[in-house]
């Protein structure tokens, strides 16, 4: 069964950082596409970042390129989003997702995620 685990979320003051990581188990992140999304209170889920199988194509949303970078890890088997220069509009719950198969291509569509993760809680105080 596959799992994905967030991590690295917290509160911070803008213009500060945090790593986020999204751990897999029972998939090969170096083989899927893999994204990350937000979701802000009372907001539907958005679209932040994507890295296609073999990490050598990036997708940003405008809000959040040239501060944020997805990559992956796969001695780890570990998705990471860094962000800096955080905003007060970046808080939300960011959750990590996985395409449904390892021939599909990457895509900034939430509906074409399979797997999600349990999410990680992002604060910025203004």
């Known amino acids: 069964q596959v799992q994905l685990v967030e991590s690295g979320g917290g509160l911070v003051q803008a213009g500060g950082s945090l790593r986020l990581s999204c751990a897999a188990s029972e998939l090969t992140v170096s083989a899927y596409a893999m994204g990350w999304f937000r979701q802000a209170p009372g907001k539907e889920r958005e679209f932040v970042a994507a890295?296609?199988?073999?990490?050598?194509?990036?997708y940003y949303s405008d809000s959040v390129k040239g501060r944020f970078t997805i990559s992956k890890d796969k001695t780890k088997n570990t998705v990471y989003l860094q962000m800096n220069s955080l905003k007060s509009e970046d808080t939300a719950v960011y959750y990590c997702g996985a395409r449904g198969s390892r021939w599909y291509p990457t895509t900034t569509n939430v509906n074409d995620y399979a797997y999600w993760g349990q999410g990680t809680q992002v604060t910025v105080s203004s």
């Open positions: 890295i296609s199988r073999n990490g050598g194509t990036t």
